[in-house]
């Protein structure tokens, strides 16, 4: 097949399948470069400097966007600010009415597909977000909040951290309490930024599918964000989604280990700053030297590496964008994923596979919870 023939092809899977994105930080970008105002940001219009917009969102053939509604682990009223994050989203939806709808359960996403519009559901990023609360996580639920990362970058009182030192060896009881609470109200499990220790906790308890929303493969780039081969197979005896993160660090071992040393600055930085605002002031701009920030093939190799793990099954994309400061060639904005629809055609994928890593396998994962839920 000539590669505009695989074009082509791309072109009409995607017009048909709604992509399901885990990971979009837009909402975000907003709030710290636009004051949260949709007045100065809108995404029906182009937004130059920015990963996303609604046009490019349907250029990608994008039918599911999880936005992140996260606020930094430092926040001094998280639980506030997150729910600050889903009104942004839901204004947004509310002024774009022709183009986007909010979601809730999967077939809420089918639906909105078939309209011609794009599904925008909610993720919290970090279980910082419920302030220990089990009533502010049901008041996630409540706004609309469909998956809760259980950490970011910061190690918490029921949960360690991938970057951050650990504390509980995984989860604590009130950490295994906000799993199962997740389980019975039908909030998906998001195991991304977590620790190994976390992860196995997480997939103990859980008696839903749960997600890596925006997490590569530790094998290939092994950066402690990224999910291990012995995990990889718990995900999929556990029937959960690996979600692959698009950030060329979490994709390319080089970067990795770069970013290794740069997270270990940090750390000496906050001990002796004590200042978060400041650390990231600090090492601003230290990926501005890269020259090679990897391309589609890259991350292509983490999907096709979850595949060979976990199975075709329990793969999805989960790119990231707006909340990294480099991107792959080819995968420059939202614009871009039909180049990983020609990229797996050109490796001998056949469509329904496709389908699958690019949605299906997140809608199946969504309805499981749901039904459990139930």
Same mark, same amino acid.
């Given at each position: 097949?000539?590669?505009?023939?695989?074009?082509?092809?791309?072109?009409?899977?995607?017009?048909?399948?709604?992509?399901? &994105?885990?990971?979009?930080?837009?909402?975000?970008?907003?709030?710290?470069?636009?004051?949260?105002?949709?007045?100065?940001?809108?995404?029906?219009?182009?937004?130059?400097?920015?990963?996303?917009?609604? &046009?490019?969102?349907?250029?990608?053939?994008?039918?599911?966007?999880?936005?992140?509604?996260?606020?930094?682990?430092?926040?001094?009223?998280?639980?506030?600010?997150?729910?600050?994050?889903?009104?942004?989203?839901?204004?947004?939806?509310?002024?774009?009415? $022709?183009?986007?709808?909010?979601?809730?359960?999967?077939?809420?996403?089918?639906?909105? %597909?078939?309209?011609?519009?794009?599904?925008?559901?909610?993720?919290?990023?970090?279980?910082?977000?419920?302030? $220990?609360?089990?009533?502010?996580?049901?008041?996630?639920?409540?706004?609309?909040?469909?998956?809760?990362?259980?950490?970011?970058?910061?190690?918490?009182?029921?949960?360690?951290?991938?970057?951050?030192?650990?504390?509980?060896?995984?989860?604590?009881?009130?950490?295994?309490?906000?799993? %199962?609470?997740?389980?019975?109200?039908?909030?998906?499990?998001?195991?991304?930024?977590?620790?190994?220790?976390?992860? %196995?906790?997480?997939?103990?308890?859980?008696?839903?599918?749960?997600?890596?929303?925006?997490?590569?493969?530790?094998?290939?780039?092994?950066?402690?964000?990224?999910?291990?081969?012995?995990?990889?197979?718990?995900?999929? &005896?556990?029937?959960?989604?690996?979600?692959?993160?698009?950030?060329?660090?979490?994709?390319?071992?080089?970067?990795?280990?770069?970013?290794?040393?740069?997270?270990?600055?940090?750390?000496?930085?906050?001990?002796?700053?004590?200042?978060?605002?400041?650390?990231?002031?600090?090492?601003?701009?230290?990926?501005?030297?890269?020259?090679?920030?990897? $391309?589609?093939?890259?991350?292509?190799?983490?999907?096709?590496?979850?595949?060979?793990?976990?199975?075709?099954?329990?793969?999805?994309?989960?790119?990231?964008?707006?909340?990294? &400061?480099?991107?792959?060639?080819?995968?420059?904005?939202?614009?871009?994923?039909?180049?990983?629809?020609?990229?797996?055609?050109?490796?001998?994928?056949?469509?329904?596979?496709?389908?699958?890593?690019?949605?299906?396998?997140?809608?199946?994962?969504?309805?499981?919870?749901?039904?459990?839920?139930?």
């Amino acid at each position: 097949m000539m590669k505009a023939d695989r074009q082509d092809q791309a072109r009409r899977i995607h017009s048909s399948l709604p992509v399901v &994105d885990g990971h979009n930080d837009l909402p975000w970008a907003i709030r710290t470069r636009a004051a949260g105002s949709l007045d100065v940001a809108n995404p029906a219009t182009r937004l130059v400097g920015y990963h996303t917009d609604i &046009d490019r969102l349907l250029a990608g053939g994008v039918g599911a966007q999880f936005w992140s509604v996260y606020v930094p682990a430092w926040s001094e009223q998280p639980f506030v600010e997150t729910l600050q994050q889903a009104d942004l989203v839901k204004r947004m939806v509310a002024e774009n009415p $022709d183009q986007l709808a909010s979601a809730y359960t999967a077939a809420d996403v089918r639906r909105v %597909r078939d309209e011609g519009r794009i599904a925008c559901l909610l993720g919290a990023e970090g279980g910082h977000s419920i302030e $220990d609360s089990l009533e502010n996580l049901r008041a996630l639920y409540e706004v609309g909040v469909r998956y809760m990362t259980l950490t970011h970058s910061k190690t918490l009182s029921w949960a360690d951290s991938a970057t951050d030192e650990a504390r509980h060896g995984g989860l604590t009881a009130f950490g295994r309490d906000v799993v %199962r609470e997740m389980n019975r109200l039908g909030m998906m499990v998001d195991i991304s930024h977590v620790s190994v220790a976390t992860m %196995r906790d997480a997939l103990n308890t859980s008696t839903a599918p749960l997600i890596a929303s925006h997490s590569s493969c530790y094998a290939l780039a092994p950066h402690p964000r990224n999910i291990p081969d012995h995990v990889l197979e718990r995900v999929a &005896d556990n029937g959960g989604v690996v979600m692959v993160n698009f950030y060329p660090p979490f994709v390319m071992p080089e970067l990795a280990a770069r970013s290794i040393d740069l997270l270990e600055e940090a750390h000496r930085l906050m001990a002796e700053l004590g200042d978060e605002a400041a650390v990231e002031d600090a090492i601003a701009g230290r990926w501005d030297d890269i020259e090679d920030t990897g $391309d589609v093939a890259r991350v292509v190799d983490h999907i096709e590496h979850v595949a060979q793990v976990a199975g075709i099954d329990h793969v999805g994309v989960g790119s990231d964008f707006d909340g990294v &400061d480099v991107l792959p060639a080819g995968l420059e904005d939202v614009s871009c994923y039909p180049n990983i629809t020609v990229e797996l055609l050109q490796r001998g994928w056949d469509e329904y596979d496709i389908r699958k890593v690019l949605g299906d396998n997140m809608l199946r994962v969504m309805e499981g919870v749901e039904a459990l839920s139930r």
